[in-house]
């Protein structure tokens, strides 16, 4: 599996506020210690299909010779706003996973954040924008059925410590819902016959939807447009999301 990887900072900090008492740690502040990194989407592979599967995420259902899944990594200071750490790396023809070998000072607490999204050229935004990993926003309209618009993310705080290895799990998670529709009676439809229409809007005003997320706290940002999906058929069914 190839993983292409672009190391953009690796720094210690020094904090001033919310640090263990060196006494309580045990130790010495501002010493680097590697800190083993590894992240895995845990509903990767989890079902057998053939073609695509809307039960299943963008993992399954993309076309791996156009898209690229994205894992974009930040480590922050306790306080969330002095960057440790960045990485952006690559799976190129299907999920692998990320893993990485990180130095940090140990005695410190920091905050990591990660999001995984589907790209087509690496190094560019396609349908989210990454430039600040604590809050990921929007890039242009929301539409509906399009496997590649799937992401997932991971919030969490960590202490590096002496003595110990120090390694980190993170299971990236999706963090918004998938609602899909499917008929359970297609096969009583006659030859030639079309599943009846369908129109999905949205609760707050039916054309809208948040238009960022922050990974730390899951606050939604304000609302950005969204692309009505109607579809004209034998019968009628609205749905509101």
């Known amino acids: 599996m190839k993983i292409n990887k672009i190391l953009f900072a690796v720094a210690a900090l020094?904090?001033?506020?919310?640090?263990?008492?060196?006494?309580?740690?045990?130790?010495?502040?501002?010493?680097?210690?590697?800190?083993?990194?590894?992240?895995?989407i845990p509903t990767a592979g989890?079902?057998?299909?053939?073609?695509?599967?809307?039960?299943?995420?963008?993992?399954?259902?993309?076309?791996?010779?156009?898209?690229?899944?994205?894992?974009?990594?930040?480590?922050?200071?306790?306080?969330?706003?002095a960057l440790a750490y960045s990485d952006v790396?690559?799976?190129?023809?299907?999920?692998?996973?990320?893993?990485?070998?990180?130095?940090l000072t140990k005695g410190r607490e920091y905050q990591l954040y990660i999001?995984?999204?589907f790209v087509k050229a690496q190094g560019q935004d396609l349908h989210y924008n990454t430039s600040d990993l604590r809050t990921i926003s929007l890039n242009g309209n929301y539409?509906?059925?399009?496997?590649?618009?799937?992401?997932?993310?991971?919030?969490?705080?960590?202490?590096?410590?002496?003595g110990t290895a120090n390694n980190i799990a993170a299971e990236l998670k999706r963090p918004f819902a998938k609602v899909r529709m499917v008929t359970t009676d297609a096969d009583r439809l006659s030859f030639?016959?079309?599943?009846?229409?369908?129109?999905?809007?949205?609760?707050?005003d039916g054309s809208t939807v948040p238009s960022s997320y922050a990974?730390?706290?899951?606050?939604l940002g304000a609302n950005a447009s969204v692309?009505?999906?109607?579809?004209?058929?034998?019968?009628?069914?609205?749905?509101?999301i």
Do not use: H
Not at 215 to 219: F, R, S, Y
Not at 227 to 240: C, N, P, R, Y
């Open 227 to 240: 692309t009505i999906f109607e579809k004209q058929g034998l019968g009628g069914l609205t749905a509101t």
């Open 89 to 103: 790396a690559y799976d190129t023809d299907g999920y692998d996973g990320y893993s990485n070998s990180i130095s």
């Open 14 to 40: 020094a904090v001033t506020s919310c640090t263990l008492p060196r006494e309580e740690m045990g130790l010495e502040l501002g010493e680097p210690t590697a800190v083993e990194l590894n992240v895995e």
């Open 115 to 117: 999001w995984a999204d």
């Open 215 to 219: 990974l730390a706290t899951g606050v």
């Open 143 to 162: 539409t509906v059925n399009d496997e590649s618009r799937d992401a997932y993310a991971y919030f969490g705080t960590f202490t590096v410590a002496e």
């Open 192 to 204: 030639g016959q079309q599943i009846g229409s369908i129109k999905v809007s949205y609760i707050n």
């Open 46 to 81: 989890t079902r057998a299909t053939t073609g695509t599967d809307s039960a299943l995420g963008g993992l399954s259902n993309v076309d791996w010779s156009v898209y690229d899944l994205r894992y974009t990594v930040e480590i922050y200071d306790v306080t969330g706003n």
